[in-house]
């Protein structure tokens, strides 16, 4: 990742979020996730690669390595043949070792019908990640069909923006508007170096929906509120708590300022239970969750909360320190904000295709690699009639899942459950 930029090659500076992951990336927190989604048939790795190879060239988000300058890291124009394509090998959301990958830093895989796309956070969030992957999936069913007759060009409503959204849309002068308070951590015995615990539930989006509208909540806060009550119950069991279960809960914010990037944008938001009195019913935890989520969840408290760290980076003083004394810098806030967080919930929302490819895909799916502080994380996203929701861990212990799930069904909520196996070995 290191070097000197050749001046006839294109170059893009970081964005605001992205600026954080080389500093924190190492062997055991990777910062890459997955999306990924089934196909109607097997999967021919040969064209699936041709489809890359058409379709990568379209995305400078993705067309690129990363360098370290004196003051920040940047991108540079990557000209190296695209990153091979596999058969999947490895468990999901592995460290990408850019030398090993034609200094790419995403993945694509495949297995049996399922085409997944790894990321390395800097380069995009999930919704920029599910462009690409939705284009690429595109051309390989052009490709793989010729008898379809499709028009070979990207989709009408793909984007190919790469707008630095946080610099065009921040507000200047912003006060730190977060606290870092100790949370309560999910913890238990570790798998083995490497070994990743994937648990997939797929269930009707109707029979999340009506129990969400039971409650008087979005299927965001209930699902919240529900993963809440599971860490409660196996945590506190009743018992009073100084420290809370924070859930951190990314929010795209492209909607709320009329992005259309590929890069990053999107912002943390944290629905904080915190147990002061004995016994809590399932009902008050899933208001005290909707309450929490409810306050933050606005335009001018999302641009607050971005705001602030942009002007952090716009600090004419900080911009002159050089990189390793930012990195030192970083990594200390970084640590120190470690601990104030349980989990992570992304919810990517209802996935939307273009025929006639619609009939080729069955299903996505997302999985969150784990960060310092939390064991376990879990990913939402739709399509069609079927929510798709996953937990992703590094321990042995299912318990809080098992929990989650139970509630599911008392609540009425048909679920299929399906692991990657660790749970069992």
Same mark, same amino acid.
């Given at each position: 990742?290191?070097?000197? +930029?050749?001046?006839? %090659?294109?170059?893009?500076?970081?964005?605001? *979020?992205?600026?954080? &992951?080389?500093?924190?990336?190492?062997?055991?927190?990777?910062?890459?996730?997955?999306?990924? #989604?089934?196909?109607?048939?097997?999967?021919?790795?040969?064209?699936?690669? *041709?489809?890359?190879?058409?379709?990568?060239?379209?995305?400078?988000?993705?067309? $690129?390595?990363?360098?370290?300058?004196?003051?920040?890291?940047?991108?540079? /124009?990557?000209? +190296? !043949?695209?990153?091979?394509?596999?058969?999947?090998?490895?468990?999901? $959301?592995?460290?990408?070792?850019?030398?090993?990958?034609?200094?790419?830093?995403?993945?694509?895989?495949?297995?049996?019908?399922?085409?997944?796309?790894?990321?390395?956070?800097?380069?995009?969030?999930?919704?920029?990640? =599910?462009?690409?992957?939705?284009?690429?999936?595109?051309?390989?069913?052009?490709?793989?069909?010729?008898? #379809?007759? %499709?028009?070979?060009?990207?989709?009408? /409503?793909?984007?190919?923006?790469?707008?630095?959204?946080?610099?065009?849309?921040?507000?200047?002068?912003?006060?730190?508007?977060?606290?870092?308070?100790?949370?309560?951590?999910?913890?238990?015995?570790?798998?083995?170096?490497?070994?990743?615990? =994937? #648990?997939?539930?797929?269930?009707?989006?109707?029979?999340?929906?009506?129990?969400?509208?039971?409650?008087?909540?979005?299927?965001?806060?209930?699902?919240?509120?529900?993963?809440?009550?599971?860490?409660?119950? +196996?945590?506190?069991?009743?018992?009073?708590?100084?420290?809370?279960?924070?859930?951190?809960? !990314?929010?795209? %914010?492209?909607?709320? &300022?009329?992005?259309?990037?590929?890069?990053?944008?999107?912002?943390?938001?944290?629905?904080?239970?915190?147990?002061?009195?004995?016994?809590? @019913? &399932?009902?008050?935890?899933?208001? =005290?969750?909707?309450?929490?989520?409810?306050?933050?969840?606005?335009?001018?408290?999302?641009?607050?909360?971005?705001?602030?760290?942009?002007?952090?980076?716009?600090? =004419?003083?900080?911009?002159?320190?050089?990189?390793?004394?930012?990195?030192?810098?970083?990594?200390?806030?970084?640590?120190?904000?470690?601990?104030?967080? @349980?989990?992570?919930?992304?919810?990517?929302?209802?996935?939307?295709?273009?025929?006639?490819?619609?009939?080729?895909?069955?299903?996505?799916?997302?999985? #969150? !690699?784990?960060?310092?502080?939390?064991?376990?994380?879990?990913?939402?996203?739709?399509?069609?009639?079927?929510?798709?929701?996953?937990?992703?861990?590094?321990?042995?212990?299912?318990?809080?899942?098992?929990?989650?799930?139970?509630? %599911?069904?008392?609540?009425?909520?048909?679920?299929?459950? /399906?692991?990657?196996?660790?749970?069992?070995?």
């Amino acid at each position: 990742m290191t070097g000197k +930029r050749n001046q006839n %090659l294109k170059w893009d500076k970081l964005d605001n *979020t992205a600026q954080i &992951f080389p500093v924190i990336v190492r062997e055991g927190m990777s910062n890459v996730y997955r999306v990924s #989604l089934t196909l109607t048939e097997e999967i021919d790795g040969e064209i699936l690669h *041709t489809a890359l190879e058409k379709v990568l060239p379209y995305f400078d988000v993705f067309k $690129c390595s990363m360098r370290m300058g004196f003051f920040w890291y940047y991108f540079e /124009e990557n000209k +190296r !043949p695209v990153p091979p394509v596999k058969k999947e090998y490895t468990y999901p $959301c592995m460290y990408i070792n850019p030398y090993s990958n034609n200094h790419y830093l995403f993945k694509l895989t495949y297995y049996k019908k399922r085409i997944n796309l790894e990321v390395f956070h800097a380069l995009t969030d999930g919704n920029g990640a =599910i462009t690409f992957l939705k284009e690429i999936t595109y051309q390989y069913i052009r490709l793989k069909h010729p008898e #379809l007759k %499709l028009r070979d060009s990207l989709a009408s /409503e793909t984007s190919l923006d790469k707008t630095d959204s946080y610099l065009s849309n921040y507000k200047k002068k912003q006060k730190k508007t977060y606290t870092t308070k100790r949370s309560i951590l999910i913890k238990g015995e570790r798998l083995p170096v490497n070994q990743f615990a =994937i #648990l997939h539930g797929m269930m009707p989006i109707a029979d999340i929906k009506a129990a969400a509208k039971s409650h008087g909540l979005t299927i965001n806060e209930y699902i919240v509120g529900v993963y809440t009550w599971a860490i409660y119950q +196996r945590y506190l069991r009743g018992k009073v708590s100084d420290k809370p279960i924070v859930t951190s809960v !990314p929010v795209n %914010l492209r909607p709320y &300022f009329g992005s259309d990037t590929n890069k990053n944008f999107f912002v943390v938001v944290s629905s904080i239970f915190e147990p002061q009195k004995e016994e809590y @019913t &399932f009902e008050e935890v899933l208001a =005290i969750v909707a309450e929490s989520l409810e306050k933050q969840i606005t335009k001018e408290n999302l641009e607050k909360l971005f705001s602030y760290n942009v002007s952090n980076e716009m600090n =004419i003083l900080l911009r002159a320190f050089p990189l390793f004394l930012k990195k030192i810098a970083m990594k200390q806030v970084f640590n120190a904000s470690a601990k104030a967080n @349980t989990t992570t919930v992304t919810n990517l929302g209802i996935m939307k295709t273009t025929d006639p490819y619609t009939d080729y895909i069955e299903k996505f799916q997302a999985i #969150l !690699p784990m960060s310092k502080g939390q064991n376990m994380k879990m990913t939402v996203i739709s399509y069609k009639e079927t929510l798709a929701l996953t937990f992703s861990s590094w321990i042995k212990e299912s318990e809080i899942q098992k929990i989650f799930f139970r509630k %599911l069904t008392e609540e009425g909520i048909r679920a299929t459950v /399906e692991t990657n196996g660790v749970f069992y070995e």
